[in-house]
Nanobody, 118 residues
């Protein structure tokens, strides 16, 4: 079993910054992908950014140039640096870790709220 614990959400003014962290523990296959997704009220959960163990990244178009995903493999931790936040970035942000080992293993954190005031 894998556990993901997120931290770093909160309230910030538009134009401000926040840094989210997600620490993974448990039986983690090393060749994994970690990422962040977000879900606003009444909307589906959408991709924000992902990063492979080797550091390859993928971003949603809406956050390119403003958000940066990174990871510390030794700590099994992924970060999301969010700059120039906009009111439309407000959502619950979820950490995700997945890997394939004979089958797909897909794990989610409990979510952390990000609120952006205009």
């Amino acid at each position: 079993q894998v556990q993901l614990v997120e931290s770093g959400g909160g309230l910030v003014q538009a134009g401000g910054s926040l840094r989210l962290s997600c620490a993974a523990s448990g039986s983690i296959w090393s060749n994994n992908v970690m990422g962040w997704y977000r879900q606003a009220p009444g909307k589906q959960r959408d991709l924000v950014a992902t990063i492979t163990r080797s550091g390859s990244t993928n971003y949603a178009d809406s956050v390119k140039g403003r958000f940066t995903i990174s990871r510390d493999n030794a700590k099994n931790t992924v970060y999301l640096q969010m700059n120039s936040l906009k009111p439309e970035d407000a959502a619950v942000y979820y950490c995700n870790l997945n890997f394939f080992l004979g089958q797909l293993y897909d794990y989610w954190g409990q979510g952390t709220q990000v609120t952006v005031s205009s």
